[in-house]
């Protein structure tokens, strides 16, 4: 059974960077799109960043703009989300999300099958 944990979370000031690491057990990645989403205090859950199965990202909320990226490493079974020059605005719980597709992934909320536990972020000054 997959489990995903994630970690990397913590606080930073505006402008700083954080990397956010998604480690699977159970099964490998290969063959899943994941995801990173975020919940802000009172928002709702919106999508960040997707990768498909081949590697191909897809862009979540328009608000991070370049400053996210998302990468993959198979060998390790992990997926990364370096953020740099971090906003007050980013301050959320961050979770990981795995859909077992070799299709282009959508990046919504609605099509992750189960959420973990989320790493919290908070930027502020």
């Known amino acids: 059974q997959l489990q995903l944990v994630e970690s990397g979370g913590g606080w930073v000031q505006p402008g700083g960077a954080l990397r956010l690491s998604c480690a699977a057990s159970?099964?490998?990645?290969?063959?899943?799109?994941i995801g990173w989403f975020r919940r802000a205090p009172g928002k709702e859950r919106e999508g960040v960043l997707c990768?498909?199965?081949?590697?191909?990202?897809?862009n979540g909320a328009d608000s991070v703009g370049g400053r996210f990226t998302i990468s993959r490493d198979h060998a390790k079974n992990t997926v990364s989300l370096p953020m740099n020059n971090l906003q007050p605005e980013d301050t959320a719980i961050y979770y990981c999300?795995?859909?077992?597709?070799?299709?282009?992934?959508?990046?919504?909320?609605?099509?992750?099958?189960?959420w973990g536990q989320g790493t919290r972020v908070t930027v502020s000054s």
């Open positions: 999300a795995a859909r077992l597709s070799l299709s282009q992934p959508k990046c919504v909320p609605s099509d992750v099958p189960s």
């Open positions: 159970g099964v490998t990645l290969e063959y899943y799109a």
């Open positions: 990768i498909s199965a081949s590697g191909v990202a897809t």
